[in-house]
């Protein structure tokens, strides 16, 4: 069964520290994953999608990283801002059939001042 | 958001009742999603359409209902046969099974 772990479920940091969300999967075949920030009551909004060929992603603070061998990715968050206090997702696509997507069950981060 | 408009966001409905939550996109997406997400589980699939007039049921899709008569318009029917339909329901759009779905804001139900 696919499957998407992500760790931890929730994490408070400071304003301006960094933090890394981690992302388990076992999709295989594996197509290509994706991040993305839900803020509370509001859609999920793609920060990132990588493919097998891809180890790592930038778009401004947040770099993702994906290790294909060990079915990891990660998500780094540097010098944190109060925006940046969401839920991520991490999302999984296989190459079967379908191409259906396989969602984590987030990481709810809270930065505050 | 992108162009993806959910009505209500909120939405309030007595226990047996049918409720439809309207779903419109205008970036000419070919395919449309719904997903239902509960605190602290992943989303979940309960529709989905690749072209106009025909759908498929996702994992979930036992006491919803859904139709596709424009491409830029998938509705979907909560019906009374729905268990536990208090949830925030998700609809997207991509242009292709595999790529990039862009989500809409969301409705909130809430069934009482």
């Known amino acids: 069964k696919n499957q998407v772990e992500q760790s931890p479920q929730s994490l408070i940091i400071l304003e301006g520290k960094n933090c890394t969300l981690q992302?388990?999967?076992?999709?295989?075949?594996?197509?290509?994953l994706r991040w993305y920030k839900q803020d509370t009551g509001r859609g999920p909004v793609s920060l990132t999608i990588?493919?097998?060929?891809?180890n790592t992603k930038s778009n401004g603070r947040y770099t993702a990283t994906l290790d294909a061998d060990t079915k990891q990715s990660s998500l780094h968050i540097t010098a944190s801002q109060l925006s940046d206090s969401a839920s991520y997702i991490c999302v999984v696509s296989g190459m079967a059939a379908g191409n259906k997507l396989t969602f984590g069950g987030g990481t709810r981060v809270l930065v505050k001042p | 958001d992108g162009g993806i408009t959910q009505s209500p966001k909120y939405l309030f409905r007595k226990e047996g009742q049918n409720v439809t939550l309207s779903c419109e996109q205008n970036?000419?997406?070919?395919?449309m999603y719904w997903y239902r997400q509960d605190p602290g589980q992943g989303l979940r699939l309960i529709y989905y359409?690749?072209?106009?007039?025909?759908?498929q049921k996702g994992d979930i899709a036992e006491g919803y209902s859904v139709s596709r008569e424009k491409k830029e318009s998938f509705p979907l029917t909560v019906t009374s046969a729905q268990k536990n339909p208090t949830a925030f329901y998700l609809c997207?759009?991509?242009?292709?099974?595999?790529?990039?779905?862009?989500f809409g804001p969301g409705t909130r139900l809430t069934v009482t």
């Open positions: 990588m493919t097998f060929s891809e």
């Open positions: 997207a759009s991509t242009t292709g099974l595999g790529y990039e779905q862009y």
């Open positions: 970036l000419n997406h070919d395919a």
């Open positions: 359409s690749q072209i106009v007039n025909d759908f």
């Open positions: 992302c388990n999967y076992t999709v295989s075949p594996f197509s290509n």
